[in-house]
């Protein structure tokens, strides 16, 4: 037999050596962590077929593109006053404009339109000029502007989910965009619901707020909000969303406390987690410190009560503004507010600029885990914007060991019919296709595993198509042959021939194919981009079994006929 024969057989060995060790965990369920096989990996599963949560969420821009101008608005007042021009008023509009677009509204002099006008061109070129009439300016986010922040709020939301997700422990999560306003989330594995729903959907928005104990005395705030609950019919149920309470709070409270001032609450709850009373503030704003001045966030306990808190530490900006807030306002209150509400408001004994703690009380729930996850999402980011679940669905793990039961048998009786088929048409040159098949798959699974790439439903189908698509070529391969055959060529002229010929249309087709999968796997959602990959590594073991493999078996069995001096083979 030739060398050069040997040296193909032995590269052949040594792929199907490698292969088989990385099956190998995954078909023995190996526990990774005990055993002492070199190879640490298994392949792993995907949402519909070891269970976990599938989640739709969704992202509130009309309070986002508010609360974007209304930072706008504080920014143009400072940029006003720097040039020292007046104005009456500034006030953000939202009632009689499309949810999406709000303005902002400047009252002036007259005489002063043209300084305005010109700072807004030099620096706010980002707004558009929606009113322009004597002593009135008005201003509105521009499409450009409006589309960008889209976009960036939407990556940056699912880089913070994948942040939290990754802290979580949860493996090879599926987080995409979908559509223009909406998040899909795929957790496979995980089994604490609630908890994942919690940490995701938080937005984390931490703000370091001054308390405002002169302008309005706790009991006279007390006394308004309660009125304006009975008069606007606001009630907090406990379950409900927080943060709309609070909103509605605020906007019915708005002209009864003074101008840069919001409301916040401190909840208190008793040892079964439930709400038992709300403390109201008054606090300044807006916060002059957030959270996106930290750089770190861990959990401690308290030297005086051994209580999980959260210590963090602050950016050198961070620093510095933070040193400013605390300086200017020794002896007043600084509250923490987190999502709307106060964790804590001590008072400022002396300055604090680099680093500061979280406190979360010291009974109810389950002060530890609550720290993790506060330090999570602290660490891993805010969230730029409100998410809405629109969708949940848990999928249990029974339904997808079902699917693999289902599919491993599906798939064998399909392989199997295969296989007697191609073994009853072709002859042995079947039994080497069928062979040629085997291999063809398990490096399909290998290269899975590899690549730590996430096995699907979608993906097994994908698994069967590779089986079609093989045998498709071995068709191709073996007819061209059979044609050379009956042309009057000799058995290895034949076969050379086939193969030659055959190649062509073999790689024309798996091009075409591998066109179709790109598509899939750039614009698909997850369980599609499961059957894209799976397609694309069936394609490559595909021709490298057809035209490699088969080859390779065909020459050893035309050694053989040859040494016989048969004059023909089987196929």
């Given at each position: 037999?030739?060398?050069?024969?040997?040296?193909?057989?032995?590269?052949?060995?040594?792929?199907?050596?490698?292969?088989?060790?990385?099956?190998?965990?995954?078909?023995?369920?190996?526990?990774?962590?005990?055993?002492?096989?070199?190879?640490?990996?298994?392949?792993?599963?995907?949402?519909?077929?070891?269970?976990?949560?599938?989640?739709?969420?969704?992202?509130?821009?009309?309070?986002?593109?508010?609360?974007?101008?209304?930072?706008?608005?504080?920014?143009?007042?400072?940029?006003?006053?720097?040039?020292?021009?007046?104005?009456?008023?500034?006030?953000?509009?939202?009632?009689?404009?499309?949810?999406?677009?709000?303005?902002?509204?400047?009252?002036?002099?007259?005489?002063?339109?043209?300084?305005?006008?010109?700072?807004?061109?030099?620096?706010?070129?980002?707004?558009?000029?929606?009113?322009?009439?004597?002593?009135?300016?008005?201003?509105?986010?521009?499409?450009?502007?409006?589309?960008?922040?889209?976009?960036?709020?939407?990556?940056?939301?699912i880089e913070v989910i994948r942040n939290r997700i990754d802290q979580?422990?949860?493996?090879?999560?599926?987080?995409?965009?979908?559509?223009?306003?909406?998040?899909?989330?795929?957790?496979?594995?995980?089994?604490?619901?609630?908890?994942?729903?919690?940490?995701?959907?938080?937005?984390?928005?931490?703000?370091?707020?001054?308390?405002?104990?002169?302008?309005?005395?706790?009991?006279?705030?007390?006394?308004?909000?309660?009125?304006?609950?009975?008069?606007?019919?606001?009630?907090?149920?406990?379950?409900?969303?927080?943060?709309?309470?609070?909103?509605?709070?605020?906007?019915?409270?708005?002209?009864?406390?003074?101008?840069?001032?919001?409301?916040?609450?401190?909840?208190?709850?008793?040892?079964?987690?439930?709400?038992?009373?709300?403390?109201?503030?008054?606090?300044?704003?807006?916060?002059?410190?957030?959270?996106?001045?930290?750089?770190?966030?861990?959990?401690?306990?308290?030297?005086?009560?051994?209580?999980?808190?959260?210590?963090?530490?602050?950016?050198?900006?961070?620093?510095?503004?933070?040193?400013?807030?605390?300086?200017?306002?020794?002896?007043?209150?600084?509250?923490?507010?987190?999502?709307?509400?106060v964790y804590s408001a001590p008072n400022i004994q002396s300055q604090?600029?680099?680093?500061?703690?979280?406190?979360?009380?010291?009974?109810?729930?389950?002060?530890?885990?609550?720290?993790?996850?506060?330090?999570?999402?602290?660490?891993?980011?805010?969230?730029?914007?409100?998410?809405?679940?629109?969708?949940?669905?848990?999928?249990?793990?029974?339904?997808?060991?079902?699917?693999?039961?289902?599919?491993?048998?599906?798939?064998?009786?399909?392989?199997?019919?295969?296989?007697?088929?191609?073994?009853?048409y072709y002859k042995v040159s079947g039994l080497i296709a069928a062979?040629?098949?085997?291999?063809?798959?398990?490096?399909?699974?290998?290269?899975?595993?590899?690549?730590?790439?996430?096995?699907?439903?979608?993906?097994?189908?994908?698994?069967?198509?590779?089986?079609?698509?093989?045998?498709?070529?071995?068709?191709?391969?073996?007819?061209?042959?059979?044609?050379?055959?009956?042309?009057?060529?000799?058995?290895?002229?034949?076969?050379?021939?086939?193969?030659?010929?055959?190649?062509?249309?073999?790689?024309?087709?798996?091009?075409?194919?591998?066109?179709?999968?790109?598509?899939?796997?750039?614009?698909?959602?997850?369980?599609?981009?499961?059957?894209?990959?799976?397609?694309?590594?069936?394609?490559?073991?595909?021709?490298?079994?057809?035209?490699?493999?088969?080859?390779?078996?065909?020459?050893?069995?035309?050694?053989?006929?040859?040494?016989?001096?048969?004059?023909?083979?089987?196929?």
């Open positions: 037999m030739e060398r050069k024969w040997w040296g193909k057989f032995t590269f052949l060995f040594l792929c199907v050596a490698i292969a088989c060790a990385y099956v190998y965990p995954t078909f023995k369920d190996l526990d990774l962590k005990k055993t002492n096989f070199p190879i640490k990996q298994k392949i792993t599963l995907g949402l519909d077929l070891q269970g976990g949560l599938y989640m739709v969420l969704g992202i509130d821009f009309k309070k986002l593109y508010r609360e974007y101008l209304q930072r706008q608005m504080v920014s143009f007042d400072s940029q006003l006053k720097k040039a020292n021009i007046a104005v009456k008023s500034s006030k953000l509009v939202a009632e009689g404009f499309p949810d999406e677009d709000p303005r902002i509204e400047f009252t002036l002099d007259a005489a002063q339109r043209d300084g305005i006008y010109q700072i807004f061109k030099d620096q706010f070129w980002f707004l558009r000029l929606t009113r322009d009439e004597t002593g009135v300016l008005e201003f509105g986010l521009a499409h450009d502007q409006r589309v960008q922040i889209r976009e960036k709020t939407i990556d940056q939301s979580f422990g949860v493996s090879e999560p599926s987080i995409v965009s979908q559509g223009t306003d909406r998040i899909v989330v795929e957790l496979p594995g995980v089994r604490e619901i609630e908890r994942a729903k919690e940490l995701i959907g938080r937005t984390a928005k931490l703000e370091f707020m001054i308390v405002d104990r002169k302008s309005m005395p706790l009991p006279e705030l007390a006394t308004l909000i309660s009125s304006v609950e009975k008069e606007k019919n606001i009630v907090f149920e406990e379950g409900g969303s927080f943060s709309k309470y609070v909103d509605a709070i605020n906007v019915a409270v708005k002209g009864k406390i003074p101008e840069g001032t919001i409301v916040a609450f401190e909840r208190n709850e008793g040892e079964t987690g439930k709400t038992i009373d709300r403390t109201p503030y008054l606090l300044k704003y807006p916060a002059p410190v957030t959270g996106e001045d930290l750089v770190d966030a861990r959990v401690q306990f308290s030297a005086d009560t051994n209580a999980p808190e959260v210590g963090f530490q602050m950016s050198p900006t961070g620093a510095v503004k933070f040193g400013k807030l605390t300086g200017a306002n020794v002896g007043e209150g600084l509250a923490i507010v987190l999502d709307s509400i604090i600029s680099e680093r500061g703690v979280i406190t979360l009380g010291t009974k109810g729930k389950d002060l530890y885990k609550e720290a993790q996850d506060l330090a999570i999402v602290l660490r891993a980011g805010a969230l730029p914007a409100k998410l809405d679940f629109l969708e949940q669905r848990v999928v249990g793990s029974q339904l997808g060991a079902d699917s693999i039961k289902k599919g491993t048998v599906a798939g064998l009786i399909g392989t199997l019919l295969v296989f007697l088929l191609i073994i009853f062979l040629s098949l085997v291999l063809n798959v398990i490096f399909v699974i290998a290269i899975l595993v590899g690549l730590e790439a996430t096995l699907t439903l979608p993906g097994i189908a994908g698994i069967a198509l590779t089986v079609g698509i093989a045998v498709d070529s071995n068709v191709v391969i073996y007819e061209r042959i059979r044609e050379e055959l009956r042309s009057g060529k000799s058995l290895m002229g034949a076969m050379d021939s086939g193969f030659q010929k055959a190649f062509r249309t073999i790689l024309d087709a798996n091009i075409t194919n591998a066109g179709a999968a790109i598509v899939l796997l750039n614009y698909g959602t997850g369980p599609i981009k499961g059957f894209a990959v799976t397609l694309l590594i069936g394609i490559i073991t595909t021709l490298f079994s057809a035209v490699f493999i088969t080859r390779l078996f065909f020459d050893l069995y035309l050694d053989r006929q040859l040494a016989k001096k048969a004059d023909s083979f089987s196929i």
